[in-house]
């Protein structure tokens, strides 16, 4: 869902995983949960002020370095966010709330994003390729399911 709000745009994303909430919060917090949905390695320092190093390969040769904002252990993390061109800044606000009946919910917040071409097509990408690794999330911790073995993307 994209939301216009005073800042500007946001998207918003939302999935119900039938998995504990400490156990998908590790997965957005540690290097052995995120790897098992996300980057193929990582590293992880989190703690504001603390990296995320996503690993493209086994051997960290292709990576992306990100910053953590934002860290509670109750199940929020935000990570420093450049898509797109590289002006661009729109942090990924990450929260985990337990569901009794369902598991846990996960809330994605990314933005702002500005009203103007580039940015909205930047949006509309991030929108897309964040559904499709949240999809990927649910199918891993409820399924044990990796789609990225199947369909990359």
């Given at each position: 869902m994209i939301?216009?709000?005073?800042?500007?745009?946001?998207?918003?994303?939302?999935?119900?995983?039938?998995?504990?909430?400490?156990?998908i919060?590790?997965?957005?917090?540690?290097?052995?949960?995120?790897?098992?949905?996300?980057?193929?390695?990582?590293?992880?320092?989190?703690?504001?002020?603390?990296t995320i190093?996503?690993?493209?390969?086994?051997e960290f040769?292709r990576?992306?370095?990100?910053?953590?904002?934002?860290?509670?252990?109750?199940?929020?993390?935000?990570?420093?966010?450049h898509?797109?061109?590289?002006?661009?800044?729109?942090?990924?606000?990450?929260?985990?709330?337990?569901?009794?009946?369902d598991?846990c919910?996960?809330?994605f917040?990314?933005?702002?994003?500005?009203?103007?071409?580039?940015?909205?097509?930047?949006?509309?990408?991030?929108?897309s390729?964040?559904?499709?690794?949240?999809?990927?999330?649910?199918?891993?911790?409820?399924?044990?399911?990796?789609?990225r073995?199947?369909?990359?993307?």
């Amino acid at each position: 869902m994209i939301r216009q709000e005073e800042d500007g745009l946001w998207l918003e994303l939302t999935e119900t995983i039938r998995a504990h909430h400490e156990e998908i919060f590790g997965a957005l917090s540690t290097a052995t949960g995120l790897t098992q949905w996300y980057p193929v390695a990582a590293k992880v320092d989190a703690r504001p002020g603390g990296t995320i190093v996503f690993g493209w390969d086994g051997e960290f040769s292709r990576k992306t370095t990100v910053a953590v904002l934002e860290y509670d252990a109750g199940g929020t993390i935000t990570w420093d966010w450049h898509p797109g061109v590289a002006d661009m800044h729109a942090p990924i606000y990450w929260s985990v709330e337990p569901s009794v009946e369902d598991g846990c919910k996960v809330t994605f917040r990314q933005g702002p994003f500005r009203d103007d071409r580039d940015a909205l097509l930047t949006l509309g990408n991030e929108a897309s390729t964040w559904r499709w690794h949240m999809c990927n999330m649910r199918s891993v911790f409820e399924a044990r399911h990796d789609m990225r073995k199947v369909r990359p993307i």
